[in-house]
């Protein structure tokens, strides 16, 4: 969560974009959407809104005796996780919280927006006589407020997705999130280019972030790392080419399976994807964030567990890559001819039509794509002090890593070096899959 | 659920009047408020305005063809338990159906209502002719749809007590129910009288309703029941008194409890009523529509599961009456020098000032009573045909009868053959406790 | 538990003879076999034979100062549920408890069997001078030691019988229970009479047990019980009659069913009575204290749940017997022209061959009876001070009555005011069903 | 799983040995003590003497026509986990495994013993003709069996002390393992030396089995791994260095622990390692094999889960090795002044006196070390083809790796190479922790 040089200008500039473009998800919701909890993991979008607002106020506001505090109780509710501040309100009760009500968590937000503007204001003005530890460390932490905003604008997404797919009613979340580039494309502009592999000598590697600009505290420090020389797919699994592996009773054969996924798949019934939806003809469907959509073959599979996409992987003789060989991958994409900066406003699926033919430009950012790496600190890691060291540090067991961004991701937020992770039983996210392979096997 | 020869215009009036009152129960609430569910018992209150409306869609509407019906669907969402039409929505999830949105929900009921006005007309007409015995079936259902919306007003206080107190700012129900009869009176008139004891010969007695007038299927046939002596007491337990079986360590005795309620209480960490508060210097507060209240000594205690009110009761050196010691005391009230039907118009602890002395008046009605009967049919009894058959009949297994009605009953919905039923552990109605005892104990 | 002048001598015998009786059912056992606690409910025939023999120990042997009593902790782990004396080890943990080995526990039987009968050689010399109210006392829970105890040989048989049903190898319980009895007769002698009825013309009877001889508490007091006109079946259901509810959909239609077995049903995924076995070919074996046995479609139905019985009775247009009624018919059951008194030794389905034509002779005691009536006190019942009150009434919520005993029950512990109970969802004792009508649906 | 060139005559001879080892250790034990299932996860021991015997019969003896199987269904019910065998009898109903009986199941391991040696035999006559790769791999595959019958001789004891632990009788394990080598030292020889730390300067080092000699599949193959500088404890912590943690309040402080094992720690209330006692005057009792204990606080301690070794760690400022550099530092113990090679018969705490000092020989083999690192493939690692396949490579998520062995292992097992796994929760195996820290952070 290092932060370098900001300049406050243009924080305060992204900082107005940014709250605002939360407030622009929910627009054309109903109150009653605002309240949903489909499961426990996921939280209403009223919540969403709520604390993110928390964030600021609790980690950059305490001491401003001009601002106006929410109610102390609130503090609880809108406490995710960071119990070294006090025990939040329980997760999974989040969805019975219909007060405060949601124009009264709009009112907030507008309060607290107006503390910080000022707040940045004040750092702008001490920036010119030299930046002090103090600023710097509430710089960085409005910056880490930013980044936290735009996780969550992703969540409320996924979990508005989750809520709605619980209801008969398949109800669509009416706008499109990017007026361009819709969240579902119905009709793939092409068929996807055939699986080809990229290769990687081995050696050794860097892993991690490096130099200016903002990085969570997972992602560092940068480290080396020794490759074995290895291939990974130069796209995302297709939804037709996950068909494949149902079709041969990839779901009914162990042998894929890790033992934990085969008990998994068994416990809940698992047979597809999580939005598949079958209506007694097949596969047909897939239930998104514009209701239910014929489900493209073209399309990369998307909403699978860990536990799937290694199944998928081990079924098609491959496997899935390792975070290093990701990111190595990433930094420098054979196919892409340019730093991985260079691309890292990735759009999902965006086509570009050359001589003629569509050209998928870019390769990775349509789906946070499952590693074979479970979630574990970097050599030298250590946790910041104080609550904001809960962010991430706390979280390294039982899951795994993603890599890449999805098309759910806001603009700008997408990062070589970003380290996602969920349990391998998670669906709910834009989880996809690329296969990998180890020199030998080729 | 027999009828007798209700007056069609009369019908039509209370048709309106109970409608409304069902939408002026949300007046002041916040949207999400509508949504809550807090516990898979408990449903939103914006289900159970469409649940009522489709009660009288599905069972009076179907072959109207001037009729609008709503969305196929909907019939699924906000059918309850009627199996032999299609299998209901899943009763946990009803809190997860953020559609159709509240004003969709209240379009639908003006639809209904419309349409039920235009029928009610028609049967009126045709009632010119003489009954029909189909004339007759719909009048008969059209009651029921009445009373059956009456207990869901009941329901959707109860239920909306249990979402409110899930959350830790403890919202009040901002509108008292009844104008003058405030839910929660904070300071009692006055103190209850000392209890005493009614006393019954025994001998043979009728149970069930007899003559006209609405009833449901549960309460007849009538039929004659063998008592033996006993009494019970002139009024209900109290706060303070329940508090003085807590002091007494009346939740750590097993020898108070049933089996499966010590196993209960244990599970369940029960220690008191469940909305008895307890701020660290004992439980001097109770949550309520109104919000966090006094807890008033004088006051029934209330939210009591069937465990804690037999173990009450054993501690207390008595028993839970029999419905139809209930019943039979309930028709000849020695107190009150009348008939039930002539006081069927309960409202909970009015008191009224006679010369100077507050009087409670009215000795039944307050709160739902726990009796000693498990809920078992009447001898004769049988299930109606149709789906309408399943609204009592199938409930009759592991649930205990209470008698009375309560503060949140609707005006007019009180009668001495009621039989409400609840499980063993249920609280979040509200239930109270009243003593008897075998004549010989005495 | 009230007890009568017993003669001590007989006592004495009768108690050699049951104490005898249950180390005879273990015979040709292995050793693990006796460990075997197939599900919480049930215990291990260890457990059994330790358990009855603590009840002698705790309950008449405390103040013997000539007996070497058993470790304190075995006081713990072999107590049942007498909270009054203290915390008993966990239920479903029995089966967790390899120590005391099975030698220890039948040396500690010997050892209680010795006090034992110096006590109630004590008691019968104190007799002579004619009998104290503690020798009363004394003897009284001696009988109902016995009792006990053979309460306990049938739960031995029917845990057993649930423990090896777990197994795939399909143990037999080698030993037939009486050797000219066995427990299955795979082969019946004779067709059942074809269903009739017995009528009876309502009005006051008494129910309850009365006069002089051995009952429990919960027998008594005898009262009188006001009866409508009503029917009872002339014998069992059969297999086969139940086959045709199965083949006619009976589990798949929830008219039949109450609402909580019918997500009993779905929960648990029954199909079937508990021990039918399905090779593919049907239902044609049950699983059986001999093995798997083919199916006899002329024996009764056995090992039923309430709820299946109950919507067996409903499927055939009929419903279960009352208590009453059923206590009623036992005592004057029209085909046996007796007394049940005379009849009360019953054993299970034995045929006597007159005049070449088999005739089942007795009516009751093949199958413990399902009955419509929620197991709750008789009016006036009081739990007996002491621990020894636990013994049935903390019991009296969720369960309903079983009447008449079956074929594992000992010989002489049957009795027509004896009242079992189980919950409704219970399958693993030796429950039958009996239809019972009302005299108006004839 | 490879196997280098065994001595056939060898291997026989360890054959015999390792087997009748198996039954060594059910020596003095009740017959219903080998019925113990404590937990799902653990297994009786009968069973545990009945499917290492499967496992011969069902890799080496199927074509085998001399041999006299065992009946098929035993080959379900012994089968753990090979899935693609057939769906195997379900893990949590071991314990109602009542038959086979114990003598059966001898008589099996010796019907196959009979014919293994049979076997191996003759594989010793063809090997003067020149090993065959049908050979070749049936020698392999009977090491792997005898390798495996040796895990399941640890994992007897381990589930033996489960169980026993249930019980409140507390029973000892009477015979120590090893005559000179008791399972438990009530008073430790000697202090245990000051915490010390071994250096290591990082960079490139192999991972994994090199060379001949008996390993598991998952040990290889052998690749480089880059390592930053860093340092490791030289000896395992100690009971009272825990019970530092504790006292501190080490528990109760949410910044020490993993998110889920924070939750974890709340779900199962614990409060302290899983087989210390608390008699109300401290933690000053361990049950142990032999019985309860006085808690040594110079030993070290033991039955911790990942989560608490992990927490532990962090508290004290370190963090757990990877198992990189636990591998490194093993095979170079610096204070060993040897090879791992020559000290792989480690026992446990065994002391030498030395000029009158009690000297710690040796540094690893006490117990299972917990790591810092997920339980994942090594680069290249490809399943055996066959049901074999599934010995170790199914199990290869939301598990953490453990190093070194424990005093329950047996003489030969230990492996500088050998990976253990357990899932972060797990504590019934004799897991132990030592620390390690980054080399910047000394």
Redesign the interface.
Same mark, same amino acid.
């Given at each position: 969560m290092s932060s370098g040089g900001q300049q406050t200008t243009g924080l305060a500039q992204r900082f107005r974009a940014i709250r605002q473009a939360s407030e622009d998800l929910i627009h054309g919701l =109903? /109150? =009653? +959407? *605002?309240? *949903?909890q489909?499961m426990a993991d996921a939280s209403p979008a009223?919540w969403h809104l709520a604390h993110t607002t928390w964030f600021f106020e609790q980690f950059l506001l305490q001491q401003d005796a001009q601002h106006q505090a929410a109610p102390v109780?609130w503090h609880?509710?809108f406490n995710s996780?960071y #119990?070294?501040i006090g025990a939040p309100?329980p997760r999974s009760?989040r969805?019975?919280? $219909? #007060?405060?009500?949601?124009r009264h968590v709009l009112a907030w937000r507008q309060r607290v927006n107006g503390s910080m503007e000022r707040l940045m204001a004040e750092l702008e003005a001490g920036a010119g006589l030299g930046p002090s530890p103090q600023n710097c460390q509430l710089l960085a932490t409005a910056e880490l407020g930013l980044n936290h905003e735009q996780q969550h604008q992703e969540l409320l997404l996924m979990d508005l997705l989750d %809520?709605?797919s &619980?209801? /008969?009613?398949e109800?669509a979340y009416a706008t499109p999130v990017h007026q361009d580039q819709p969240v579902h494309l119905s009709a793939s502009p092409a068929s996807p280019p055939p699986l080809g592999w990229w290769h990687h000598p081995g050696g050794?590697v860097w892993l991690g972030h490096q130099g200016e600009g903002f990085h969570f505290d997972n992602e560092s420090p940068a480290?080396?790392?020794?490759l =074995?020389p290895f291939a990974m797919g130069n796209r995302l699994v297709t939804n037709g080419e996950y068909a494949a592996f149902m079709a041969d009773g990839g779901y009914q054969d162990? &042998?894929h399976?890790? !033992? @934990?996924?085969?008990q998994w798949r068994h416990d809940r019934q698992v047979t597809a994807p999580r939005y598949w939806r079958n209506d007694g003809e097949g596969w047909q469907w897939e239930f998104t964030l514009e209701g239910r959509c014929p489900l493209d073959p073209n399309a990369p599979v998307r909403h699978l567990s860990?536990?799937e996409a +290694?199944a998928y992987a081990r079924w098609a003789g491959a496997r899935l890559p390792l975070e290093v060989e990701w990111e190595t991958m990433a930094r420098h994409a054979p196919c892409c001819d340019g730093q991985w900066l260079d691309t890292r406003h990735l759009k999902p699926r965006r086509a570009t039509v050359v001589d003629g033919s569509p050209v998928v430009q870019q390769v990775f950012g349509d789906l946070w794509e499952w590693t074979? $790496?479970?979630y &574990?600190p970097y /050599? %030298?890691f250590?946790v910041p002090s104080g609550a904001v060291? @809960?962010y991430n540090g706390?979280?390294? $067991?039982?899951q795994?890593v993603l890599r890449g961004g999805s098309f759910l991701t806001p603009a700008g937020h997408h990062r070589s070096t970003y380290r996602n992770f969920f349990s391998?039983r998670s669906r709910w996210m834009a989880s996809g899959l690329r296969l990998a392979r !180890?020199a030998?096997?080729l």
């Open positions: =109903e /109150p =009653e +959407d *605002l309240m *949903l489909g009223k109780q609880t509710l996780y #119990r070294t309100h009760e969805g019975l919280l $219909s #007060r405060p009500a949601l %809520g709605f &619980r209801s /008969p009613l109800p050794l480290h080396q790392v020794w =074995e162990s &042998r399976w890790m !033992d @934990e996924g085969w860990w536990f +290694d074979a $790496s479970p &574990r /050599p %030298g250590h060291g @809960e706390k979280f390294m $067991s039982s795994f391998p !180890d030998a096997s």
